[in-house]
């Protein structure tokens, strides 16, 4: 549903104090959010909980550094 990605996006902001990235494909909803390098474990924790109500998620460590994602399929969102 629109309002479970809504809500993942939301929390993830909060907790990271970082706009969250969105990027809709045929398959579902992909939502990123840069980490900061001086993540604290509270942050940490949050952040955990918001990406696992996705169907998936994980972390990438890209050149600009390290950023969380959570995707959620399409017949998840109306």
Do not use: C, Q, Y
């Amino acid at each position: 549903m629109r309002s479970r990605v809504e809500g993942i996006a939301a929390r993830l902001s909060r907790a990271l104090k970082t706009p969250v990235r969105r990027a809709e494909g045929p398959n579902g909803i992909r939502l990123e959010a840069d980490l900061p390098p001086d993540l604290t474990e509270t942050e940490r924790k949050v952040t955990l909980a918001a990406i696992s109500d996705a169907d998936s998620f994980g972390h990438e460590r890209t050149r600009r550094g390290d950023l969380v994602w959570a995707f959620i399929n399409s017949e998840d969102v109306s």
